[in-house]
């Protein structure tokens, strides 16, 4: 009788809740999933569940309250992560998330109450993994953009030698540049064909906050004032190379350890190859010998 009541219950939710969706000409989640990852750069379609916290997080998000400094720091930070939400959307999200794993706490107590303690821990995960999602995203961008730096420093020592063209060199690097700083160098490019060279420069500079982009700013200021430019960008491609170098050192030591446990499971298979040899060699012969 209870499993009937259930089956009558869903079943009389779910039929209000289409005909209020109809009513109210809500999106289908297919509708909504295409709309959300048309303005996506990554072109990938967003999960049914992002999706979804996406929806619920704007209706939430006019209830945020930042102020103007919060704001506009956010919106800076989410421009650089390729975030396409306002700084109020991207703050209920990271609320909204936690907050729905928190509501399994509810069954948790009525079913087993030893598993609450584990949603609620799962919950704070969650919390502080949203609330750093901007900061992570840009720290990635920046690494990828900074590994490729010394290789567009040591291009524009070599195009300095012909041309003074600072815009030309830029564009033309950004056809052989890596997805994230072809990115960077289309909005640079942009705002210096709409400003003046040195203003887009500084805008960039501030946009990307890395110490090696600002020297390369510096560079380029120099040159768009007159200075050779040569000597400076040979000099900080040396500098960079090196800088390059003790990183891929640095990652090249942390090989070893992820290699030894792949080596010690070697050890083990061939160990467990002759031993079943041996047994599979005794036990034959014992087999003979009864």
Not at 166 to 174: D, G, S
Not at 201 to 225: C, H, N
Request: net charge positive; proline share 3%.
């Amino acid at each position: 009788m209870m499993f009937l009541l259930f089956l009558f219950g869903a079943a009389l939710a779910a039929g209000l809740f289409f005909i209020l969706a109809d009513a109210l000409k809500l999106p289908k989640l297919a509708t909504e999933r295409a709309l959300i990852s048309a303005g996506r750069s990554d072109k990938k379609l967003v999960k049914s569940t992002e999706a979804l916290l996406l929806g619920w997080a704007v209706k939430l998000a006019r209830f945020v309250r930042l102020d103007e400094y919060k704001h506009r720091r956010l919106e800076q930070k989410l421009t650089a992560a390729g975030l396409d939400m306002t700084p109020e959307v991207y703050m209920a999200y990271g609320l909204l998330k936690p907050c729905l794993i928190l509501l399994a706490i509810i069954p948790c107590l009525m079913v087993l109450p030893i598993l609450s303690p584990v949603v609620l821990i799962l919950a704070l995960l969650v919390y502080f993994k949203e609330s750093r999602r901007a900061d992570e995203l840009v720290k990635s961008r920046i690494d990828k953009i900074e590994g490729e730096l010394p290789r567009f420093v040591a291009t524009v020592e070599q195009e300095l030698s012909s041309s003074r063209d600072v815009l030309r060199i830029l564009e033309n690097y950004k056809k052989h540049a890596g997805e994230d700083f072809a990115r960077e160098l289309d909005v640079l490019t942009a705002d210096m064909r709409s400003s003046s060279y040195e203003a887009a420069l500084i805008r960039f500079e501030a946009r990307m906050g890395s110490a090696t982009v600002s020297d390369i700013v510096r560079g380029l200021i120099g040159v768009l004032r007159g200075d050779d430019g040569r000597m400076y960008f040979q000099m900080l491609s040396h500098d960079l190379k090196q800088v390059e170098l003790c990183r891929l050192k640095a990652k090249a030591a942390k090989i070893p350890p992820k290699i030894r446990v792949f080596s010690f499971i070697m050890l083990a298979c061939f160990m467990l190859t002759y031993i079943v040899i041996i047994l599979f060699q005794i036990v034959t012969s014992m087999a003979t010998l009864f």
